[in-house]
């Protein structure tokens, strides 16, 4: 059952955003915490290889936003996580969230992948990526690298352990430290109004306790300390 001091239901709604490979179950504990918590969520499936990042942006993520805009009469959230980050700041040039959102990104490659990168060239890299995972590129011409800056309020919480499960990846070219997957340094946006770094994986990441409550917190208050102060990046990590 919701806190009593949770956020009524019906008041605010949070749109989630998985990420490349992923479906929607990805994003259910997180789910659960936000319903639990009073919000109203809408919980995007969507193809994460089938289409570039402007047409899940727009065919995918724009819909769910206009959904979670009809159940509520208070502001609309997005959170993401890895790609859906990216897909967010895709749908938000030009635009933002209703009724004054904010958005939460969770393992977001803002500054491009290394691991992408260094695959791109890959004969199978587009099947196996698709058109959106390819221009998640650090190459100065990608659609990720020329996207402009978000008006909306945005806090983004980065990983620092290296997950077992992708030990099969060689992590040479990712600075340390990263969650096995994204570096915390491509996860740093300049428009950003907090930061946080946890201990955790690409993939526990979006199973954390912690990181929920930094969530709730964020779309309360527009910081993860609840005092609107943007911590320096070097201090966190």
Same mark, same amino acid.
Request: charged share 20%; net charge negative; hydrophobic share 40%.
């Given at each position: $059952?919701?806190?009593? =001091? ?7 709604? !949070? ?8 479906? /929607? ?29 402007? *047409? ?18 208070g502001p609309v959230h997005l959170v993401t996580h890895s790609m859906g980050g990216i897909i967010a700041r895709t749908y938000l040039q030009g635009r933002t969230l209703p009724r004054g959102g #904010?958005? !939460? $990104? ?9 691991? !992408?990168? *260094?695959?791109? =060239?890959?004969?199978?890299?587009? &099947? ?17 690298? /020329? ?14 352990? /290296? ?14 430290? &990263? ?12 428009? $950003?109004?907090?930061? *946080? ?8 990441? #979006? ?26 990046? =070097?201090?966190?990590?």
């Amino acid at each position: $059952m919701p806190d009593e =001091d949770a956020v009524s239901q019906q008041d605010e709604c !949070v749109v989630l955003a998985h990420g490349l490979w992923r479906s /929607n179950l990805a994003m259910l504990p997180l789910e659960w915490s936000l319903t639990d918590a009073g919000y109203g969520v809408v919980n995007v499936d969507y193809d994460s290889t089938s289409k570039s990042l402007s *047409r899940l942006a727009e065919e995918d993520l724009r819909p769910a936003i206009a959904r979670c805009e009809s159940m509520v009469d208070g502001p609309v959230h997005l959170v993401t996580h890895s790609m859906g980050g990216i897909i967010a700041r895709t749908y938000l040039q030009g635009r933002t969230l209703p009724r004054g959102g #904010r958005l !939460v $990104m969770l393992s977001p490659p803002n500054q491009g992948s290394v691991l !992408v990168s *260094r695959f791109e =060239d890959w004969p199978l890299a587009r &099947h196996i990526l698709g058109p959106a995972g390819l221009e998640l590129s650090q190459a100065s011409d990608s659609p990720l690298r /020329n996207l402009e800056p978000l008006t909306v309020d945005v806090g983004v919480i980065a990983g620092t352990s /290296n997950s077992p499960w992708t030990a099969w990846v060689p992590h040479t070219d990712l600075p340390q430290p &990263h969650d096995g997957t994204v570096s915390v340094e491509s996860t740093f946006l300049p428009e $950003m109004r907090d930061f *946080r770094a946890v201990d955790a994986n690409h993939v526990s990441i #979006r199973h954390s306790e912690e990181v929920f409550q930094l969530i709730r917190k964020f779309l309360e208050t527009a910081s993860f300390s609840g005092e609107g102060a943007v911590p320096p990046h =070097d201090e966190q990590l």
